[in-house]
């Protein structure tokens, strides 16, 4: 696809890629094909992507600037860009975060379910020295 440098809105809002290690060039139409029913794309604008993966029960989120995403029962707000997974245990979350632009500055994360929220970084949470599921499960 050449789209040129600036594709334009149009391109920006409607694309999805899938990056997949270890795999070779013959089976990656399968591959794909598979990926395509298995995801659901929830957020596709210039500011960000989320997806959902109904299989692994993992939403996957991508800042491109700050902003929130609603998707499902759960609120995702960040301050910064960000690529965000997180998984629904069934009792527990497992969240996996980056910058992928670090800037040295502190970066917010906010999680909003069923009226609960989970700020990271909680200071007061970490220093109680409890974790911070514990104010996000259920």
Known sequence: LNHGVTPGSGLDDSYAYYLIPNIGKEEMKAR????????TTVETTASAHA????????????FFKPGTISAGKTEVTSDDVA????????????LSASNPMPDGKKQRLTFSSG???LYLPDKRRLSAGRRN????SG
């Open 32 to 39: 794909v094909a598979n990926l395509q029913k298995e995801i």
């Open 51 to 62: 997806v959902y993966s109904a299989a692994d029960q993992t939403w996957q989120y991508a």
């Open 83 to 94: 690529l965000i997974m997180l998984r629904d245990n069934g009792d527990s979350w497992t």
């Open 115 to 117: 009226g609960r929220h």
């Open 133 to 136: 599921r514990d104010c996000f």
